[in-house]
């Protein structure tokens, strides 16, 4: 059975840190490309980060760019994500998910909340 | 950044009758390898979102085929046969063309 648990979601104060963990178990984790997405209450849908298959390659959204570190470690089936200056826009629930383009399996996580608030 | 809208915001649907979602992106969603990256996804009330459609019109496995995708360059329609109480949700449209990926605002289904 495919698996994505995220996990490290939880209240922060404004300017604080936090570090995301997605494991990862029931498929290939190395040969795919791996993406956090966030949720805003009630809000829409918005990708957040990307990490090649290898860790070789990244990509951010510009809202998080500078303040997010996307980062993996395919021995330990793990996907991470360091937010630090955190900002009370950055409250969502945030998934990790595979994401495809193409005619592979898309999979997600249940998603972790993260609180930004005083 | 390529800006994806979806319309209607809100889809009232009668049980068995047919619905369409419309998306449009703010320039051309194919790729330099010839393909266009557009992906339909359906989030259901409480639940992570799940992809129904890629590369247009590709139905994932699993998803039953009263779901359809269609559409071209800028403008992209997911058709629903004939709807079913199990499709209530919010759907998203999600260009994979371009730099940063970006997902339409969401058009909520449910049931008149």
């Known amino acids: 059975e495919v698996q994505l648990v995220e996990s490290g979601g939880g209240l922060v104060q404004p300017g604080g840190s936090l570090r995301l963990s997605c494991a990862a178990s029931?498929?290939?984790?190395?040969?795919?490309?791996m993406n956090w997405v966030r949720q805003a209450p009630g809000k829409g849908l918005v990708w957040v980060s990307s990490?090649?298959?290898?860790?070789?390659?990244?990509s951010y959204a510009d809202s998080v760019r500078g303040r997010f570190t996307i980062s993996r470690d395919n021995a330990k089936n793990t996907l991470y994500l360091q937010m630090s200056s955190l900002r009370a826009e950055d409250t969502a629930v945030y998934y990790c998910a595979t994401l495809p383009v193409v005619a592979v399996a898309d999979y997600w996580g249940q998603g972790t909340l993260v609180t930004v608030s005083s | 950044d390529v800006v994806m809208t979806q319309s209607p915001l809100s889809l009232p649907v009668t049980l068995g009758q047919p619905a369409s979602i419309s998306c449009r992106s703010s320039?051309?969603?194919?790729?330099?390898?010839?393909?266009?990256?557009l992906n339909w996804f359906l989030q259901r009330p409480g639940q992570s979102p799940r992809r129904l459609i890629y590369k247009v019109s590709n139905r994932d496995s699993g998803v039953p085929d009263r779901f359809s995708g269609s559409g071209s360059g800028t403008d992209f329609t997911l058709k629903v046969s004939r709807v079913e109480a199990e499709d209530v949700g919010i759907y998203y449209c999600?260009?994979?063309?371009?730099?940063?990926?970006?997902f339409g605002g969401g058009t909520k289904v449910e049931i008149k």
């Open positions: 999600m260009q994979g063309t371009h730099w940063p990926r970006t």
């Open positions: 990490i090649k298959s290898d860790g070789s390659s990244t």
């Open positions: 029931g498929f290939t984790f190395s040969s795919y490309w």
């Open positions: 320039q051309s969603l194919v790729h330099s390898d010839g393909n266009t990256y």
